[in-house]
């Protein structure tokens, strides 16, 4: 369990200092209309302190309630992106399901995906025989491990099997292993310090 951080926590201040503001604007809303009603006094007065007080707190309060709209809008936006949320990768107009693996730092491509956005029909069979664990059957198709379909795309000698191998090692193969493992397996310049 993570520990709360010490010291000066702006997001939580901003928070509070949001709420005592609001606060403060209605208490004075409220004043405002209290006190006209009280100067006046009867039905005219309180319909003047509450249209005065309206008025007022319409004008304080519109950049809280513009915020609350922004705030609304991005958490419904994100609402509806979650089921695609950090899987939705693109080649040049070409979907391609990306499956993070649950256990090591690896990614999974899905092998019609990627052969579509080749153009070119990746051969299972030869995928296969690289590894024992280098393709997985899921409910919606055969994936290849990204490592292995890298390899097999750098071995391909067309233009755009090149861009697409490119394209994997930047947007799927590094950021599932993070820059320590891109510094470690893609070799190190010499004399360089290793890295912990």
Known sequence: MSRPPFGFDAASHERHHWWRSVLLKLALGGSMALLLWWV???VPGALLGLLVAV???GQALAPDIVALGIMMWRLLRGLAFR???GRFYQFKGHRIRVEDDGMLRQRWLALED???ALGAPMPAASLRRRGSGSLREQRDGIYVLDEVALAWLREQRSDRAGRLAHWV???V???ARGRKASYTQKGAPAGAPSED
């Open 40 to 42: 006046v006094g009867g």
């Open 55 to 57: 008025r007022a707190l």
């Open 83 to 85: 089921p695609v949320q």
């Open 114 to 116: 990627v052969a579509t």
């Open 169 to 171: 090692e930047r947007e």
């Open 173 to 175: 193969w590094y950021p």
